[in-house]
């Protein structure tokens, strides 16, 4: 198991920045995969950005060049730094974390932000 808790995000300007923080209670090594989802008002969750097997990232079409994910080994939290911010951002941003169990994985979710981009 793992327990993930999220911090950032809140309201942010087209063009502008916010960092989203998701602190792990146990080793990130030991986590098959991590990073970020998010859900927009009335659509289904989507992945934004992932680390796995590794250093491997992997980003949504609509996030690229724009956000980055990165992890603080030290401090078992990976982050998600967003820039370039745009109205279609809007939505809540879910910390997620994989973990095998067995031939599979069972999904842990932080609490969710709300990010909300407005002029």
């Known amino acids: 198991q793992v327990q993930l808790v999220q911090s950032g995000g809140g309201l942010g300007q087209p063009g502008g920045s916010l960092r989203l923080s998701c602190a792990a209670s146990r080793s990130i090594f030991s986590i098959y995969a991590m990073g970020w989802y998010r859900q927009a008002a009335g659509k289904q969750r989507e992945l934004v950005a992932t680390?796995?097997?590794?250093?491997?990232?992997n980003y949504a079409d609509a996030v690229k060049g724009r956000f980055t994910i990165s992890r603080d080994t030290a401090k078992n939290t990976v982050y998600l730094q967003m820039n370039g911010l745009k109205l279609e951002d809007t939505a809540v941003y879910y910390c997620?974390?994989?973990?095998?169990?067995?031939?599979?994985?069972?999904?842990?979710w932080g609490q969710g932000t709300q990010v909300t981009v407005s002029s």
């Open positions: 997620n974390a994989k973990i095998t169990y067995g031939n599979s994985w069972i999904d842990y």
């Open positions: 680390f796995s097997s590794g250093d491997t990232t």
